[in-house]
């Protein structure tokens, strides 16, 4: 057989052309499926909604008016309720990440629902208080002996007015507890039903709004220090895939809040409905980072203890050994310097 060497010569061009375009193509679809791709500009934002307990939301807060969530290919909701329904939400799957105390982590049973620790967050020594009714003769922590205060059971409201009875001298059983959910504390305070409540500054804050001069606060700093810890499933895909851009963006929030405190003051602020003054407060006693201690595994060790004890809830039987619980990598890929925990 013979070939015109012109027609071979063309032809060989063209199929020469032909097929390293397919290589290339073959090439490229190798390359990409080689690693997972980053989310870009054209990638479909991944939907994640964020549950936030009854602490102020400040990293999320900051990370999602700023777009860092955004610009980690995510588009986050941010739901504020209290720390035990956040964490709730959770485990049942209606939140992707969650922010919560202690309390309702130490009452979670691992080995029914898997959860892992990936970082506090926030933390603050003066959460919690109490406000009282001072036309009910409430004036001085001695006068809550006998009245009736509202409290959600095992949350960390729970546990303050146990420390505080105690620091001033007062058993459990001198008051009336009164278990309810914290969402009808304000009108039951209004309506005369309860003689107090012991929650968060959030709620307590609105509540003495409410009562004007016929209200009292009491506080207790030092007294009962709260973390505001990141937690997600990592069992459930969309979860795991959207951790390291979660932490990233709070990161960088935690830069921006410490670059442009006024800014980020005023933006959580605003969101937050605060006064200018209170958000003064409350940053002036918090410690506002993302990282993980081994400090705070000796906080969910302390709380266990308090709920198996006094707590009246439902802990598992053993505890936990929380570091079993940590995802310490995650942060550590980003902000190594915050990590001080032993990843097993």
């Known amino acids: 057989m013979h070939f015109h060497p012109r ?38 934002p991944a939907a994640l909604t964020i549950c936030h307990g009854s602490i102020i939301d400040i990293l999320p807060r900051i990370a999602l008016e700023q777009g860092y969530f955004a610009e980690e290919g995510l588009t986050v909701t941010l739901k504020d309720l209290d720390g035990q329904q956040a964490f709730s939400g959770l485990l049942q799957g209606e939140c992707n990440f969650a922010v919560s105390g202690a309390p309702p982590i130490v009452l979670a049973d691992p080995q029914a629902t898997p959860f892992a620790i990936l970082a506090t967050i926030f933390s603050d020594d003066d959460s919690a ?26 949350v960390v409201g729970h546990l303050f007015l146990d420390l505080f009875l105690m620091q001033h001298g007062l058993g459990q059983n001198e008051v009336v507890p009164v278990f309810m ?41 030092g007294l009962c220090p709260i973390h505001g810890i990141l ?23 935690e830069q921006y809040a410490k670059r442009e405190p006024a800014a980020a003051k005023g933006l959580v602020a605003k969101a937050a409905q605060l006064s200018a003054q209170e958000m003064e407060e409350t940053w002036g006693r918090a410690t506002i980072e993302v990282a993980l201690a081994n400090s705070l595994f000796v906080h969910l060790e302390d709380q266990y203890r308090w709920q198996r004890e006094q707590g009246g809830s439902q802990a598992p039987p053993n505890m936990p050994n929380y570091l079993d619980l940590v995802a310490p990598g995650y942060l550590r890929a980003i902000k190594p310097d915050a990590v001080s925990v032993i990843e097993r």
């Open 7 to 44: 027609a071979f010569s063309a032809a060989g061009c063209t199929l020469a052309v032909a097929v390293s375009l397919v290589l290339l193509f073959l090439i490229a679809g190798c390359k990409q499926s080689d690693k997972p791709v980053s989310p870009g500009p054209q990638a479909a």
């Open 231 to 253: 937690t997600t499933r990592l069992d459930i895909p969309p979860n795991l895939q959207a951790t390291p851009g979660v932490l990233k963006a709070l990161v960088r929030a």
């Open 129 to 154: 208080k109490i406000i009282a009714r001072r036309d009910r003769g409430i004036a001085t922590p001695q006068d809550l002996k006998g009245k009736r205060i509202g409290v959600k059971k095992g």
């Open 181 to 221: 959910a914290p969402e009808t504390f304000q009108a039951a305070l209004a309506s005369g039903e309860i003689d107090g409540f012991s929650m968060t500054n959030r709620m307590v804050r609105a509540a003495a709004k409410g009562l004007g001069e016929k209200g009292v606060v009491f506080a207790a700093p």
